[in-house]
Nanobody, 125 residues
C-alpha cells in the first residue's frame, strides 16, 4: 500500500524556518516526480514546488521563490521542503504528492498518483 507521510509542520513566528519532510512508501521512489501543495483555510489548494524524477529540474510558485527549496533523497525515499523567512500568508496545510515519471507541469497541476494527508504550518506575525 502506497503511503506519503508528511512531518515537520508547526507553529512559528514570522521570519522563522521550517523543514517539511515527506516519506514515501512507493516502489522505485526515484521514478516519481514529487510536489508540495498547500491549502490555507477558506482557499483553494495551491501548488508550491515540484522536483522532477530525474532531480535535475525544479519548479516553484512565484510567492515562495527564494524562500523555499525542494529537494529529495532517493536513498531515504523522502522529499523535503526547506522554508525560510516564513510569512503569515504561508500558513496552510502542506501536502506532498507523487506522480510516476511525471513532468513538473503534471505534478504542479495536481495530476498525480498519490497524495499525503498533510502537515499544518502556522506562521504568526
Amino acid at each position: 500500500q502506497v503511503q506519503l507521510v508528511e512531518s515537520g509542520g508547526g507553529s512559528v513566528q514570522a521570519g522563522a524556518s521550517l523543514r517539511l519532510s515527506c516519506a514515501a512508501s512507493v516502489p522505485s521512489f526515484s521514478t516519481y516526480t514529487l510536489a508540495w501543495f498547500r491549502q490555507a483555510p477558506g482557499k483553494e489548494r495551491e501548488s508550491v514546488a515540484a522536483i522532477h524524477w530525474s532531480a535535475d529540474q525544479v519548479s516553484y510558485t512565484y510567492s515562495v521563490k527564494g524562500r523555499f527549496t525542494i529537494s529529495r533523497d532517493n536513498a531515504k525515499n523522502t522529499v523535503y521542503l526547506q522554508m525560510i523567512s516564513l510569512k503569515p500568508e504561508d500558513t496552510a496545510v502542506y501536502s506532498c504528492a507523487a506522480k510516476l515519471f511525471g513532468s513538473l507541469q503534471q505534478a504542479r497541476a495536481s495530476d498525480v498518483d498519490y497524495w499525503g494527508k498533510g502537515t499544518k504550518v502556522s506562521v504568526s506575525p
